[in-house]
């Protein structure tokens, strides 16, 4: 059975910093991109980020770059999602994706 389970959400302050993981089991990640999303209340769902199979090529959505950072560990079969700078903008619901699986999504709240 094929599951992803993220974890690390909360509640931050602006300024401040989370770290979301993407735990995936019942199949290898290795052969796929691996990519996060984000839904904002009364917003449609966006893609953030993506990373190649072996890490070495990321994209970045223009408002997150040079705040966000993806990485993966096929040998853990999980994917990462560390967020600095966090500003009240990044609140949402963050998804992680894997071929066409989806995860339940994760709560992400800025604010002071």
């Known amino acids: 059975q094929v599951q992803l389970v993220e974890s690390g959400g909360g509640l931050v302050q602006p300024g401040g910093s989370l770290r979301l993981s993407c735990a995936a089991s019942g199949f290898p990640i290795s052969f796929y991109t691996m990519t996060w999303y984000r839904q904002a209340p009364g917003k449609e769902r966006e893609l953030v980020t993506s990373?190649?199979?072996?890490?070495?090529?990321?994209t970045y959505v223009d408002s997150v770059k040079g705040r966000f950072t993806i990485s993966r560990d096929n040998a853990k079969n999980t994917l990462y999602l560390q967020m600095n700078s966090l500003a009240p903008e990044d609140t949402a619901v963050y998804y992680c994706?894997?071929?066409?699986?989806w995860g339940q999504g994760i709560q992400v709240t800025v604010s002071s």
């Open positions: 990373i190649s199979t072996s890490g070495g090529t990321t």
């Open positions: 994706k894997i071929y066409v699986y």
